[in-house]
């Protein structure tokens, strides 16, 4: 490599900040994540689980509940439409969405279907086109504003956990950095024990918390029909930043009751979030649990009972699903494309619920940004990847020695192209350079909202 005096290498700022800036991904509206940032778990005080945003942070009164649609499997023509920049911002613009869930087909599935000429397998026999489903439907979300749920949607994951690493760590490694995603690790596992759960969940986690520090879902026995079980025995998670999957259909599924043989499915996650376990509805549907049957079919204003469930403990929810199959479920009518959208009975019904989440946000901050808590991660005008604000610290470098004074930081070093090298949180003191090849450099230093940008020269 070719070595640069200092001022040379400060002259290149400009063309590698803005080398570095192409690669975020900039939204185009003020949306739910430039209000609430990175969604996290805690109590309130009764001691409930419940989600709440990195802006306000945990406290009474400051609980955030999202709602929005999940696509279907990544597997049929009829759903793939909506896995699409048009159909995510579609439902943007006309349901009022706050959330969508990419429900990734991950096994050697094939059900013949074609789509925009590929043939659709799940990810063990094509992982290519999968991934590009779900990145598609990630930055879409991004670019929205709103959250999205990356989904392993399989019953059986704990069989699949070298995949799901492999999978989880790219995710993690390009998006984790966006406050918008959330990482939803086993859709509904079957009858098997919570220890299986767990395990699995155990090994994904750790592979995720290499990259980020964003909210993770985990799915539990029985079709995430028993989040209890993991009270007293929860997923190990560095970061504390777990929730767990409760799924519904609401003509099938009973919202309370018990008796000594019995006890209803809510009652079950009610037992949950007072245990001070944070639950996540990542998938309800308005009818049967097999995908049929008109709202409300055999039951008694079931939708509302359950919606007032989840209005009364914060949950979010993502509905099933946001499709053109011919189910009872799918929220679309055969005619709708990912630009137009006609209803079914079910997809009014859900539109109704969807037209009460706020119809505008305020930037977390104020008009500076996420100051208050919220990542930045350089998508804001008034900070680039290398701004340089009012600093509360210094930092000097002494051969390949990094010196921090005044508290603990974030630090990032850059090749002159502007790529990420290395990400280290936490720096307090020295830190030690001499692992970087021979070669030039730019470290970004920020601790809380200050930045600033240290040439570095290695010898």
Not at 410 to 426: A, C, H, P, R
Request: hydrophobic fraction near 35%; proline fraction near 3%.
């Amino acid at each position: 490599m070719k070595n640069l005096s200092i001022p040379a290498m400060l002259s290149s700022l400009a063309l590698c900040a803005s080398f570095a800036m192409a690669q975020d991904i900039t939204p185009t509206r003020v949306g739910p994540v430039s209000q609430y940032g990175q969604l996290m778990t805690g109590k309130n005080s009764q001691g409930q689980g419940r989600i709440y945003g990195s802006c306000e942070g945990v406290k009474d009164g400051a609980e955030v509940q999202v709602r929005g649609m999940s696509l279907y499997w990544s597997l049929m023509p009829q759903a793939l439409e909506f896995w699409t920049d048009e159909g995510v911002s579609t439902m943007v613009r006309d349901m009022n969405i706050q959330i969508v869930r990419a429900a990734m087909a991950t096994g050697n599935e094939d059900w013949k279907g074609e789509w925009n000429g590929i043939q659709l397998k799940g990810y063990a026999s094509d992982s290519e086109h999968q991934k590009q489903f779900v990145k598609t439907v990630v930055e879409a979300a991004i670019k929205n504003d709103i959250y999205v749920i990356i989904d392993w949607h399989s019953h059986t994951a704990h069989q699949q956990t070298e995949s799901a690493k492999e999978f989880f760590k790219e995710m993690a490694e390009t998006y984790g950095k966006y406050d918008n995603v959330i990482f939803e690790l086993f859709n509904e596992p079957q009858k098997i024990s919570w220890s299986e759960v767990k395990n699995y969940a155990d090994q994904v986690i750790g592979v995720i918390r290499q990259y980020s520090d964003n909210l993770i879902l985990v799915g539990n026995p029985e079709w995430d029909q028993n989040p209890h079980q993991a009270l007293g025995n929860e997923v190990t998670d560095s970061k504390k930043n777990t929730a767990y999957t409760f799924h519904y259909y609401a003509n099938t599924h009973k919202w309370e009751g018990s008796s000594d043989k019995w006890v209803s499915e809510g009652a079950r996650a009610e037992q949950a979030i007072n245990g001070g376990l944070s639950v996540f509805i990542s998938e309800w549907g308005t009818g049967n649990a097999d995908g049929s049957g008109d709202p409300d079919q055999g039951c008694n204003q079931c939708n509302q009972k359950w919606q007032n469930f989840a209005n009364k403990h914060k949950l979010s929810w993502a509905n099933w699903s946001a499709s053109k199959i011919e189910e009872g479920t799918a929220a679309f009518q055969p005619s709708s494309t990912n630009t137009s959208l006609q209803y079914t009975t079910a997809g009014n019904l859900v539109k109704s619920y969807l037209a009460t989440n706020p119809t505008s946000y305020t930037k977390c901050g104020g008009d500076n940004g996420d100051e208050n808590g919220g990542n930045n991660n350089g998508n804001n005008e008034n900070s680039p990847i290398f701004a340089k604000t009012d600093l509360s610290y210094n930092v000097s470098v002494v051969g390949n020695t990094l010196h921090i004074a005044g508290g603990a930081a974030t630090v990032e070093i850059f090749s002159l192209k502007g790529n990420k090298i290395m990400s280290i949180d936490q720096v307090s003191g020295t830190l030690s350079l001499a692992s970087l090849p021979v070669g030039s450099y730019f470290a970004r230093i920020q601790m809380g909202p200050s930045k600033m940008l240290r040439a570095i020269q290695i010898k």
